[in-house]
Structures are given as C-alpha cells and as structure tokens.
C-alpha cells in the first residue's frame, strides 16, 4: 500500500525564522510531488510541485526531493503568521493516471 | 479562485439517508477526482472521471457513487449515509490526467455532517 508520512505537529517557528516541513513516501515508483497549504475550514491550495531530484524554489518556498531517500521537504524563508496553515504532501506515481496520494499534513503556526 | 465550484457548501443529513453533492470542472479541465477529508486527516482518494468514464477508485464501498456529464461537471452521491461520513467532501479536476506532471486544482469543498 503505497504510504505518505508526515509529521502531523504542530510545528512551532517565530516570525522571520525558516520553517521547515519534511514527508517521506513508500512507493519508488513516484515520479510527481506537491506540495498544498491548507487553512483551517478551506480547500487544499497547491503551492510547490518537484518532480526532480534537487531543489526547486519559488519565492519564500524551496522544495527539495532525494528519490533515493524517498524524501521530498518543504522549506519556508522569513515565515510569516499568514503562513500558519496544515501543509499537505502528495504524491503520484509513474504510468497511468494521475491520482495522488496524500499525506495527513503537518500544521504550521507561525508566532510573532 | 482555482475556477472549480461545488455545491452545495455545508449539508446536515441524518443516518441512512442519501446525499448529492456537484462539481463543475475548471474551463478546460475534462477530469475530476473526488476526495473524503474527514477532521485531522489528509484527502482520501474515492474516485476519478475522465471523459465520463470512472478512471480510478479508492477503498470505498459501492453506496459512494458517481457521474460525469458531457460538460464535465460531476456528482458524488452517498447512500445510506452513516456517522463516518461526516467530512470535508472535495472535488478537483485537472486538465491531461495521463500527464505525469499534471497537477489538480480543488473546489471549496462540501462539509457533511451525519447525524
């Protein structure tokens, strides 16, 4: 069964500091990851998606994948209190259709 | 704004009874995929359209069902509706489902209560 670990928190970092989300998947087949934020009540919002071994940044966010380790992060730079959310890891696997599976998110606070 | 709706937003249902909940499809987007969030947890997979035809299943009985119309919008319908179904319902749909680094946009979701 394939398996999406997360650290469910909360993860407690002050403003300003670089906060730091890690997931880690079972199936060696997966080819795609992403990276969603929710907030409390809302829909998943997709931030982030990798799909190479490295880093990928976008602004405050840098994803990073080992395949090897079969570990994909999420980093925040400068977080801010609007950032304070449940942060989802998904992922896909290689070969027919696309249906992700997904993590049970690690919660963010972001305190002043 | 992901261009995705569902309706309607919050529904209370009493044991046993049956729900419809809809989607309409982002402009473009000809797949949609069906997930259960209950309180704490990540999205559960319970099925996926693809031009009309179920593409996928999760591990959800046969009393979760659906369809997908020729715009592309979708209905989840739930029979005999028991306390464990009290969730956050969503609804994503994406435009190339075979593309590997396609990726799903949600709606806001239907928040289901069973009583």
């Known amino acids: 069964q394939k398996e999406v670990e997360q650290n469910s928190g909360p993860l407690s970092v002050p403003e300003g500091a670089i906060a730091s989300l890690n997931c880690t998947y079972s199936d060696r087949g997966s080819q795609s990851f992403f990276w969603y934020r929710q907030y409390s009540g809302k829909s998943p919002e997709l931030i982030m998606s990798i799909y190479s071994n490295g880093d990928k940044e976008d602004g405050r966010f840098t994803a990073q994948l080992n395949k090897a380790s079969q570990y994909v992060s999420l980093l925040i730079r400068d977080s801010q209190p609007s950032d304070s959310a449940t942060y989802l890891c998904?992922?896909?696997?290689?070969?027919?259709?696309?249906?992700?599976?997904f993590g049970r998110g690690t919660s963010l606070i972001v305190h002043p | 704004e992901t261009g995705v709706t569902q309706s309607p937003t919050h529904l209370i249902k009493t044991r046993g009874q049956q729900v419809t909940l809809r989607c309409s499809s982002q402009?473009?987007?000809?797949?949609v995929s069906w997930y259960q969030q209950a309180l704490g947890q990540g999205p559960q997979f319970i099925f996926q359209?693809?031009?009309?035809?179920?593409?996928g299943r999760g591990n959800f009985p046969p009393r979760f069902s659906g369809l997908q119309f020729p715009n592309y919008s979708s209905e989840l319908n739930v029979n005999a509706l028991e306390l464990d179904d009290s969730a956050l319902y969503l609804c994503?749909?994406?435009?190339?489902?075979?593309?590997?680094?396609?990726?799903?946009?949600f709606g806001p979701g239907t928040r289901l209560l069973v009583l």
């Open positions: 994503a749909s994406s435009s190339d489902v075979y593309r590997v680094q396609e990726t799903q946009y």
């Open positions: 359209y693809y031009r009309e035809e179920e593409n």
């Open positions: 402009s473009g987007h000809n797949t």
């Open positions: 998904a992922v896909s696997r290689e070969g027919g259709s696309y249906i992700p599976t």
